[in-house]
């Protein structure tokens, strides 16, 4: 604990290169689709745990999912969870997320060809939850991370921490701290920190109308969010919104949700001046079917185009 700790104040200062950015890509197409990484969904697919690791509960016992994420140009996500509830000592999970950036060409500096490379991200991750009280649940997780791209190569240990409340039947609260730690070994003998998150947010559904509605505030340990690192620092309103998730999510039945979000920095950092742009909005379907469970989700990138994800999840 002590050697991942040393790693905080050097995240807290906001420094604009941190590593292992893959970490903060949604696994889960319903959180996505919902705005981004919602901490405080009641009902999730197992592999929101790597999200907020108290979503681990008895509920999700052998369940197993997959999950593809068609990034942009040739580059893949997959993430891959299971979980496993234990009577009295908690339910536990375990999950991967890899990040493949394809093949390279190596030239030199006067442009001539020299063979090929490849390029990845990758990330263990085991976790556990346990309910600790009445409607509280806490969590925690144990990331092994792994980046290789060409010769250079790096990694490191993280610890992720998560509280989900359960206020009542319609409102939930959840509270996280993601990824802290720090690097064991680095590309160029120069320690970077790690991409620390700490997210609050609520979710409630509506009395007379089969809509929940989520709002998430990410990236708490840095009040200041520049869109790029050499822009004005902005103000406090313009501040405020760049932290925000917004989400909603229409249960049209126990079996069928549809699902919408938007991410403002995201709108901000992507949004053509030359006319209107969906940047940063999202649209998530689910579907349950017997043992089944599907999930998509698309993030709209302007005019890069979009993300689509696809998960399954089955109990066995």
Partial sequence: MLFLFTGLPMVMAGDYNNVYRF???????????????????????????????????????RHIGIAYLNYISDINTGVASGSYHIQDYGTFGI?????????FTRTDAGGQEGGSFQAYDFA????????????????????SIRSSYD???????????????????QTH??????????QITYFDERNEPLPL???????????HLPLRLSLTLHSLNQWEQRVHPDDESPGFTSNLFR???????????????????YDHRQHL??????????????????????????DFSHNNFSDIGGLTQLAVQMRL
């Fill in 197 to 207: 998150d700490i997210r609050a947010g609520i979710s409630r559904k509506l009395t």
């Fill in 243 to 261: 932290h925000l998730n917004f989400g909603g999510e229409f249960i049209f039945t126990e079996n069928f949700q549809v699902r919408l979000g």
């Fill in 173 to 182: 609260a959840g509270l996280t701290l993601n990824h802290l730690g720090r």
């Fill in 151 to 169: 010769r250079y190569t790096s990694s490191a240990l993280a610890l992720s921490f998560g509280l989900h409340y359960t206020l009542n039947d």
């Fill in 269 to 294: 950092e992507q949004k053509s001046d030359n006319r209107i742009d969906l940047a940063g909005m999202r649209f998530g379907l689910g579907l349950n079917v017997n043992r089944f469970r599907f």
């Fill in 95 to 103: 999950g991967i997320k890899y990040m493949d950036y394809g093949n």
């Fill in 124 to 143: 263990l991750t085991a976790g556990w939850g346990y309910e600790i009280a009445e409607d509280l649940r806490t969590g925690v997780n144990l990331h």
């Fill in 23 to 61: 970490l903060q890509t949604p696994g889960s197409p319903h959180a996505s689709g919902l705005g981004g990484n919602v901490v405080s969904l009641p009902d999730t697919d197992v592999s929101s745990f790597m999200i907020n690791p108290a979503y681990l509960n008895e509920g999700q016992h």
